[in-house]
């Protein structure tokens, strides 16, 4: 009855664009976390280990990073534990591919006949393990965008080689009216026809399991959370599959092996009364796995003018990453105006104008501009001493 | 909007104060530490102050020592009616009420507005920018061409502290972000360099990596390209051997089918010759025939001889004598035996057998003649021998005789017979026979020997082990089994030679490609290996590059904003100065003609900037103001100042408030001053704040404040702060005096409220409450607390507000117009700059300590010190520093005409043309 550790979107070597000088940090937690997987699969001693898909973040990694993940693979096998995995979306099965470029067996320290480490492609489809009864099939396309669905007349109702049917896939599954389209899409339908035992997928960063016929279909997600609404990252399924009474029952549980975590908070700015009280709140979350995007919105004081970068500096040992991103629109002057006869009463009649053709046309660039400017120059018209600016 | 009363409770020194003001000039006198600039607090904060000001903002006003929160009472009159604003100062529980026009509001929001309606002045700032002028504004007008222009344009601005702060800080600003100098780049340029920098080694990055990703499908195309070819070449060397093997197959068939061909003619003629073998005319082989054949020839010449010699032989006998020879053999042998003997004899004699002598003599004599017997029996011998080769001579020499025809006879008989078994043996009957035979066998053995050479010719270079005709068959075989392969070798077996060829030529072509692949491979190998590009440096770049981006995303924000707000800043100010040059224009003219006494009746005012120029009939020209005298152009500003300030306030004609600004007036100035006074007094209500009585002659009021009477004397001093204002010198007695009751101030802080200590002579519409002396019954005696608030100091320090505390009201008409009015002053302040560098701001300084927060003198630095403070506030906004003074002191010994420009010197070194003007 063979154990199963599931993971896909290691994405080793991602690029992260929005967290700048953090990211490098990131790409080496992806790396932790892709450590704790491995060890996972060997604490929970499975039998085989399946990556489905995008396990380098491209084909252009450079040949550290595939010996990198070579030795975590290679943890695995010395332990005799089959691993499986496929070419996903960013690191496809193209001319260019790393699975091409690199023998990752060899570099695993495998023979070149060993079974311990099978990368299935579409010349080397399947790969039966005889000792587990197991088959695993792995439906994957020579391009980055599948001409045809991975399950189109695709079943193994005549498999005779192996008792259990584990199939891989790097693709959508079709929810009509959510995903409809991607690179590479396969209907529920399809699944359940498939006639697997299970279906290990990847490319859905959140962790996400169900069944269609008797498949059990599971997304573990990326190993590491890659973006603010990855709330369901992190994890790596355990997957049992054993026959019970004559029929196959297959029991799929998470374990989490990330540890980053991406926060947004939004910050009314009638709250933010100063950039050293705003910075005061944020350290009071203060974690070293979190990634916060903090958003200032609403209505700002007056006096309220944020330095987003010395924000995010001074907050950045706190944090594992800290954006500040100030979009809290400038409050408009409340309060009796000047006269209109003075340059000021001018200075606020002009820009209030300005603010309303603005709003009027749509442009809320310019609003917010003329509305910052307006703020702005009430508060240089009533005490230029008073306003700091950078 | 009139104000008609003014209760202030718990403001700063004003624990409760009413004053009503007059409807026209109002003079609110006292001197320093009086509480004049907590009078305009208190109207500030009764018309604009947040009723629910924070408690630090509370902190700030309350009276020193309390804790009761402040309230102003603004009772007022507007366009004839009655109304009243009331707020109470009390944190988040402060209330507002203002009534006007019978309708009464308590909502602070429309308060404001309504206030703002009332006024025509929209803050407390506001205010102080236009309703309000200070002591300095009219200082240095003639000396600093720019000053009228730009405290006109403050007082239209809007702003508390005019425009140009602003935009000058503005400008700063777009120039720190716009500088494009290389050598100090302002901040978007910095940005943008950094972004390009960092873009570009993106975009090389990102080129590497291509050129990577290139690079490796290459090198896989080439890995794939180059295992096919090893395919393909094992294929084509496939193909090769396949048509090397037809070659030898083919070569094998046509091989074994020529041997064939050979080894079946060669059988044929085998046959021929086996089937000729058989048939030759002789069994004797040819050779032997010939020999026969040749022998018998010779046999048959020797016959014939032998006949022919026989012929010749004819008589020879026929028998021949026999001599037979004597025996010797028996004497031989009786010698032996007789010799015997006698060794028997002599061998018996010796044993003893017989006697010695007997036997040995019988021996000897035995021996003896066994001996002669012996040469006896030897002659015999020797004889017989001889007669033996006798006889046989003899028989010799009759067989010699007898074969002289026997032999020839003989030999005649073996010739024949050797020629006859010769003959027998050929098989033929004769000689004649014989060589016929030998001629046909002869031919025979030749035509025999003819095949045999052409079986030897067919045979040649063909081996053959054994049976020809088996040779044959397996050549046949052989030939057959390498057809047979061939054919089954396919299309090439039609033409193997050419098929190998093509397969070469095709094997050559692959190995050139294979050879070509190689290269590729090890080339692309190369680049792969030679692309030092790092994925995860140019992730690196890529996040920097997106970083830099909303960095200049944010620059370029700000740097909108800032010249949008500067732009629009300055179409506000032209627009706004355009306008008020309008009306300045519109309505100074009668205000010019009055000033001038009708010597100037038109006034031009430059849109751009509010200088001033008017027409000088004598020039027939307009003159700048600047040109006129400093009496005339003091007027000039404070009509175009207030007549700013009907525009801006839409002409709803707020009081205005006078912060001693004609301070350093000299007397002539002053008097025109407040001629002028009394002419805003039309119009306007006037409050004058002033430690001078020499503005009461033009009051409709004069509400006096009372003098501060604690003094520093007992108690506990303080810890003092060092204060650098000390290298001014020796402290004046005006010094000394403020000094001391600003130390004293810091030390009732300390204690309780201090109240407001009634003086002997009440002003007359000052409303001291009793208040101020159960307040201060706690205390030490006024006289105790502030013993330098003796009649005799304040005479000391301010000699003119002695002499009006005294007769309170308008002084004498002639006090101002006459200089020697001011004797005591003079000689007070005489004394004073004799004894070192006057204070002569400390009135200035003293009042600023009653400045809100925020005003110069809070910004100049915490007041520990009072003195420290009070000196920052002198040199911060003082004009009138020692220097200047020590030069007005010198010329002019009013200590309020300590203006520079105030020198007649300088007046006069101005030129010529100015004397004809009026001032």
């Known amino acids: 009855m063979p154990r199963l550790l599931h993971m896909a979107d290691v994405h080793l070597g991602a690029r992260h664009r929005d967290l700048g000088d953090a990211a490098a940090r990131q790409r080496e937690r992806q790396a932790a976390a892709f450590r704790r997987a491995v060890d996972t699969g060997l604490a929970e001693r499975v039998d085989v280990a399946l990556i489905s898909g995008d396990l380098f973040d491209s084909n252009a990694q450079p040949r550290r990073t595939v010996e990198a993940a070579a030795i975590e693979l290679r943890r695995l096998t010395e332990q005799g534990i089959r691993v499986v995995l496929i070419p996903g979306t960013h690191d496809c099965y193209e001319a260019g591919s790393i699975y091409r470029v690199f023998d990752l067996r060899l570099m695993a320290g495998l023979s070149e006949g060993s079974d311990l480490l099978t990368v299935l492609t579409p010349d080397h489809p399947d790969v039966v393990f005889g000792d587990l009864d197991l088959v695993v099939y792995g439906r994957v396309s020579p391009t980055k965008r599948a001409s045809r669905s991975p399950l189109a007349d695709f079943t193994t109702a005549a498999e005779g080689r192996a008792r259990f049917r584990v199939a891989m896939i790097h693709g959508s599954m079709l929810i009509p009216g959510k995903v409809e389209q991607d690179d590479v899409l396969f209907t529920p339908g399809e699944v359940a026809a498939s006639g697997l035992d299970y279906l290990a997928l990847g490319h859905w960063h959140s962790w996400q399991t169900g069944r269609a016929g008797t498949t059990s279909w599971t997304y573990p997600g990326a190993i590491e959370p890659l973006a603010v609404d990855q709330d369901g990252a992190g994890r790596v399924a355990i997957v049992d599959i054993e026959e019970r009474g004559g029929r196959t029952q297959v029991d799929v549980r998470e374990v989490v092996v990330g540890r980053t975590r991406f926060a947004s908070l939004e910050l009314d700015a009638a709250e933010v009364v100063s950039q050293g009280a705003l910075v005061a709140r944020l350290l009071g979350q203060a974690d070293p796995d979190l990634i916060l995007d903090v958003r200032i919105g609403g209505i700002a004081e007056q006096r309220l003018d944020i330095d987003e970068d010395a924000v995010s500096r001074e907050l950045s040992g706190a944090f594992l990453k800290v954006r500040v991103r100030d979009r809290s629109i400038a409050a408009l002057p409340d309060g009796p105006l000047p006269p209109p006869e003075t340059i000021a009463g001018t200075f606020v009649q002009d820009l209030t104008a300005r603010i309303a053709a603005a709003e009027a046309r749509g442009d809320a660039d310019s609003a917010a501009d003329a509305r910052a400017a307006l703020q702005l120059g009430r508060l240089l018209l009533d005490d230029p001493r008073q306003v700091d600016l950078i | ?919």
């Open chain 2, 1 to 919: 909007m009139r104000i008609t009363k003014l209760h202030v409770q718990g403001v700063r020194r004003h624990a409760d104060l009413d004053i009503s003001p007059a409807p026209g000039l109002t003079v609110i006198r006292g001197p320093n530490e009086a509480g004049k600039s907590t009078v305009q607090t208190a109207i500030e904060m009764a018309l604009f102050r947040k009723c629910t000001s924070t408690s630090r903002e509370l902190q700030e006003l309350r009276t020193w020592g309390s804790t009761d929160d402040p309230s102003v009472r603004l009772d007022f009159e507007h366009e004839g009616r009655p109304g009243h604003l009331v707020k109470q100062f009390a944190g988040a529980r402060g209330s507002v009420e203002l009534s006007v026009d019978g309708r009464v509001s308590q909502d602070p929001g429309e308060v404001d507005e309504l206030v703002t309606d009332l006024t025509g002045l929209a803050s407390e700032k506001f205010l102080r920018s236009t309703a309000s002028v200070r002591h300095h504004e009219l200082v240095d007008l003639d000396k600093d061409e720019a000053a009228l222009r730009d405290r006109l344009q403050q007082s239209i601005s809007g702003a508390d502290q005019g425009t140009q702060t602003a935009r000058r800080r503005l400008n700063e600003m777009v120039r720190r972000y716009r500088s494009e100098g290389t050598r100090n780049p302002g901040l978007l340029r910095r940005e943008r360099d950094e972004l390009e920098r960092l873009r570009a080694e993106l975009v090389r990055g990102e080129a590497a990596l291509a050129q990577l990703e290139r690079d490796r499908t290459a090198l896989a195309l080439a890995h794939d390209r180059r295992v096919e070819l090893d395919t393909r070449l094992a294929r084509d060397q496939d193909a090769v051997d396949q048509g090397e093997r037809a070659v030898r197959l083919e070569t094998s068939a046509t091989d074994a089918e020529a041997r064939y061909f050979r080894l079946r003619q060669a059988v044929e003629l085998q046959g021929r010759i086996t089937a000729a073998e058989r048939d030759h005319a002789s069994a004797m082989p040819l050779a032997e025939l010939r020999d026969a054949a040749k022998r018998v020839q010779e046999l048959q010449f020797q016959i014939q001889e032998l006949e022919v010699t026989l012929e010749l032989r004819g008589d020879l006998p026929e028998t021949v004598e026999v001599v037979k020879p004597p025996r010797w053999q028996p004497v031989a042998l009786l010698a032996m035996i007789v010799g015997i003997a006698g060794l028997l004899a002599i061998g018996a004699g010796l044993t003893g057998i017989l006697p010695d002598i007997a036997g040995l003599g019988i021996g000897l004599v035995l021996l003896v003649v066994g001996g002669g017997l012996g040469v006896w029996g030897a002659r015999m011998a020797r004889r017989v021998h001889s007669v033996r080769i006798q006889a046989q001579l003899q028989e010799a020499e009759i067989a010699r005789r007898l074969a002289g025809r026997s032999l020839e006879e003989e030999q005649l008989k073996e010739t024949r017979r050797e020629r006859d078994a010769l003959l027998v043996a050929m098989g033929v009957p004769d000689v004649y026979a014989a060589d016929a035979l030998l001629e046909r066998e002869a031919a025979h053995g030749a035509a025999i020997d003819e095949i045999r050479a052409e079986l030897r010719g067919v045979l040649a270079g063909v081996t053959v082990n054994g049976d020809l005709a088996a040779e044959r068959d397996r050549a046949a075989a052989e030939m057959d089994q390498s057809r047979h392969a061939l054919s089954g070798l396919g299309g090439v077996s039609s033409d193997p030679a050419a098929a190998r060829e093509r397969a070469l030529r095709t094997l050559r072509q692959t190995q050139a490609e294979r050879e070509s692949a190689i290269q590729e491979e090890g080339q692309a190998q190369g680049r792969v290996d030679q692309n030092t590009i790092d994925a995860d440096h140019v992730s690196g770049l890529a996040e920097s590059v997106d970083a830099s981006q909303e960095r200049l995303v944010g620059l370029e924000r700000r740097l909108r904003v800032y010249e949008l707000t500067l732009s629009v800043l300055d179409a506000a100010e032209g627009y706004t100065v355009k306008k008020a040059a309008r009306y300045l224009e519109e309505h100074m003219d009668a205000d010019i003609a009055r000033i001038t006494d009708g010597r100037y009746k038109q006034v031009q005012v430059n849109e751009q900037d509010l200088s001033f120029r008017v027409w000088s009939p004598e020039r027939d020209d307009w003159i700048p103001v600047q040109q006129l005298s400093q009496g005339t152009l003091d007027q000039v500003y404070l009509a175009a100042r207030l007549g700013l300030v009907r525009q801006v306030t839409q002409e709803r004609n707020p009081p205005l408030i006078f912060d001693d600004p004609f301070v350093t007036f000299d007397d002539e100035r002053a008097r025109r001053a407040a001629e002028l006074l009394r002419d805003l007094a039309r119009d306007h209500q006037v409050l004058f704040l002033t430690t001078s009585d020499r503005y009461d002659r033009v009051a409709d009021a004069v509400i006096e404040l009372p003098v501060p009477l604690a003094r520093d004397v007992d108690g506990p001093r303080p810890e003092r702060v060092p204060v650098s204002v000390t290298a001014t010198g020796g402290p004046s007695p005006v010094a000394a005096a403020t000094s001391s009751s600003m130390a004293s101030l810091a030390d009732a802080t300390d204690d309780a409220p201090i109240p407001a200590a009634p003086r002997s002579t009440e002003p007359v519409t000052t409303a001291w409450t009793d208040q101020g002396a159960d307040v201060r019954d706690p205390q030490p005696t006024a006289d105790e607390a502030f013993p330098a608030a003796a009649p005799a100091a304040v005479d000391a320090a301010f000699p003119a507000a002695a002499s009006t505390a005294a007769v309170p009201g308008w002084p004498p008409a002639t006090s101002l117009d006459d200089p020697v009015a001011w004797p005591s002053t003079a000689s007070a302040w005489g004394t004073a700059t004799t004894d070192g560098p006057a204070w002569p701001a400390s009135a200035a300084s003293s009042d600023a300590t009653d400045d809100p927060p925020g005003s110069v003198s809070a910004g100049a630095g915490a007041a520990t010190s009072a003195t420290g403070a009070e000196a920052s506030a002198t040199g911060a906004e003082a004009p009138w520093t020692s220097t200047a003074w020590s030069t007005a002191a010198s010329d002019r010994p009013a200590p309020w005409a300590t203006s520079p420009g105030s020198s007649e010197t300088e007046t006069a070194s101005s030129g010529s043309w100015r004397d004809g003007l009026p001032g």
